[in-house]
């Protein structure tokens, strides 16, 4: 069955750092894969997709992601975090393909400091 | 364009009680899908609906149903309700027919259900 883990349940970085936030999937064929931002209070908002193709994708507000197969890893990245970032980040995996369904993983809450 | 709406925003009931909430897609939209939120389960999905029709089911009991009208509105139910059933319920839409391989999914802010 497919699934996502999101080792990371908080992390903590000033702002103007670096961020990588960790996701590892299963599934037995080509992953479908999304990283998806909620802010307190809010629904959550796609910040990008990798369906296929080059390996390494771009997303907005500054985010990147890597498709590594071999490690079964789609890690989301941002050169410089800004205060504005911190909120919690899913992972998640189609569940089916042709449908809407999303298995996610737990997330990890994002906290900056000044 | 206005984005996805779901009503109400919060809602507290007691155990025993039915829920319903509803959910209206962007215009155009064809595709409705609702997920549960909690602490513990984290995002689960529920069932999703297109064309009216149910295109697939999460793993929850029979106590959870939803529904799909004409206009692509869709309205899910909770009978029996259960303090576990405290959550916030995402509901979610998409243009495409082809799921998710072919479209994006836009979510709205959600439902707060309260069980007391």
């Known amino acids: 069955a497919q699934s996502v883990t999101q080792p990371d349940i908080h992390i903590t970085v000033s702002e103007g750092a670096s961020l990588e936030l960790r996701c590892n999937y299963s599934y037995g064929a080509t992953p479908y894969l999304f990283w998806y931002v909620q802010s307190p209070g809010q629904g959550l908002q796609l910040l990008l997709k990798?369906?296929?193709?080059?390996?390494l994708v771009q997303g907005i507000k500054g985010f990147e992601a890597e498709f590594k197969r071999s490690q079964s890893s789609f890690n989301l990245r941002k050169p410089s975090v800004h205060w504005s970032d911190a909120a919690e980040y899913f992972c998640a995996v189609v569940g089916s393909y042709n449908t809407d369904k999303l298995i996610f993983g737990t997330g990890t809450r994002l906290q900056v400091f000044p | 364009k206005a984005g996805v709406t779901q009503t109400p925003r919060y809602l507290i009931k007691t155990r025993g009680q039915q829920v319903t909430l509803s959910c209206s897609p962007i215009?155009?939209?064809?595709?409705v899908s609702w997920y549960q939120q909690t602490p513990g389960q984290g995002l689960q999905f529920l069932f999703e609906y297109f064309s009216e029709t149910q295109r697939n089911k999460g793993n929850f009991p029979g106590r959870f149903s939803g529904r799909q009208f004409s206009n692509s509105r869709s309205e899910m139910n909770v009978s029996t309700l259960e303090l576990g059933d405290s959550a916030l319920y995402l509901c979610a839409s998409s243009k495409a027919s082809g799921g998710l391989i072919t479209g994006e999914l836009f979510f709205g802010e959600g439902s707060r259900l309260t069980v007391l």
């Open positions: 990798y369906f296929s193709g080059d390996t």
């Open positions: 215009s155009g939209h064809r595709s």
